[in-house]
């Protein structure tokens, strides 16, 4: 049992997970049905220095202002989504097909001659262990194959979905129009309810720069963007299939540390080799090396410091999405990590590990 003075410390902790928890599914049980009110909220606060440097220079009233600039970057926005969304569906209903009408067979021999090179070099081991491994892995792959075809097939009904699709975004456009018009009462309202002591905490949070403040993740974003637009090159340069999805999902896990564009060239390349495209997997190498080399350079000049998050905490986030099977899981940890690096830092949480005092004075948590 923890000692009274150590649960009276973790207390505020304690309420932030049960808050957070019950919040977050909420949110994920509800997900489509706020999805347009969500983005057209954080539109709108994006856009409100924009708004705010026409009213001071060209002396516009808010609701001219609100919905030029809004109009403005919904159509940015819809112009990328609507050249993601040809692409990617064209890429998708490529890989539907090719599925569909035969698999990759080009895959599956490249794997057996794999394990009998093994077996040969390997000639000591017991061969019925091998080819027990090897029935295991042509089934996770088969597993994996059939995940793949169920998310795409998924995805296709939503973006066919043209219904929907038109109501979705009719709600976001009014959505941000709305929002952006009445920003100043959303925060004169949240200023109202919240505490003095809850809005510092918010306030310090959203314009810290050295922690995962508002200038941490706009910087990140444009970090994201970049990898996501070298892999697309960097694939199409080399003739391989699908350069928009695996640019995709090279930025999402650029997301992870530890782990980041590494986790998706690596299995790449050894596919390549795999199916003897050698030079495409040297040129795939290459190209991870050149991500890496511009990502060293480039971060620190955007991040002042990084987010004061342990990789560990991270890596937690993957293994316990993957072991549940659940993406939600990931977002629940990852972003549970990242609220609570940011209010340890404002004062609103206490660490997790009692402070203490070293032997040179140092403070150790």
């Known amino acids: 049992m923890l000692e009274k003075g150590e649960l009276k410390r973790l207390k505020p902790l304690l309420v932030f997970f049960c808050v957070y928890t019950v919040v977050f ?6 997900f489509f049905y706020t ?4 983005l057209g909220l954080l539109i709108a606060a994006a856009i409100q220095p924009a708004v705010g440097f026409l009213q001071r220079r060209f002396r516009w009233n808010r609701a001219a202002a609100s919905a030029t600039v809004a109009a403005l970057a919904l159509a940015t926005a819809a112009a990328g989504i609507t050249l993601l969304a040809v692409y990617g569906v064209r890429e998708a209903v490529s890989f539907l097909v090719k599925a569909s009408s035969g698999g990759f067979p080009e895959f599956t021999p490249p794997v057996k001659a794999f394990f009998a090179r093994a077996g040969e070099f390997l000639g000591g081991l017991d061969m019925d262990f091998l080819r027990r491994n090897q029935e295991e892995l042509m089934k996770l792959l088969q597993n994996s194959m059939d995940l793949v075809l169920t998310f795409l097939r998924a995805l296709l009904g939503v973006v066919t979905s043209l219904p929907t699709v038109l109501a979705m975004a009719l709600t976001l456009v ?7 018009r009445g920003f100043p009462g959303l925060k004169a309202w949240a200023r109202h309810v919240l505490s003095d002591t809850a809005v510092f905490h918010v306030k310090s949070g959203i314009e810290s720069s050295s922690g995962t403040g508002r200038k941490y993740m706009l910087s990140y974003l444009l970090l994201y963007f970049i990898t996501f637009c070298e892999t697309c ?8 299939p699908y350069p928009l999805t695996i640019g995709l999902i090279t930025a999402a896990a650029d997301l992870l540390p530890v782990l980041g564009p590494g986790a998706v060239f690596t299995p790449l390349i050894l596919y390549q080799v795999l199916i003897g495209q050698y030079a495409r997997a040297l040129g795939m190498f290459v190209g991870w090396l050149l991500i890496t080399c511009i990502r060293q350079v480039v971060e620190p000049k955007l991040v002042a410091s990084t987010a004061k998050v342990h990789p560990l905490a991270m890596l937690a986030a993957v293994y316990f999405s993957l072991v549940s099977g659940s993406l939600w899981l990931l977002f629940y940890v990852m972003g549970f990590c990242l609220l609570y690096a940011v209010f340890k830092e404002t004062g609103a949480l206490p660490p997790l590990l009692p402070e203490d005092t070293g032997k040179e004075g140092e403070r150790v948590t």
């Open 35 to 38: 999805l347009p009110f969500l």
């Open 233 to 240: 090159v960097i694939m199409a340069v080399l003739g391989a």
């Open 25 to 30: 599914i909420l949110w994920v049980k509800t």
């Open 174 to 180: 009014f959505a941000t129009l709305s929002f952006s």
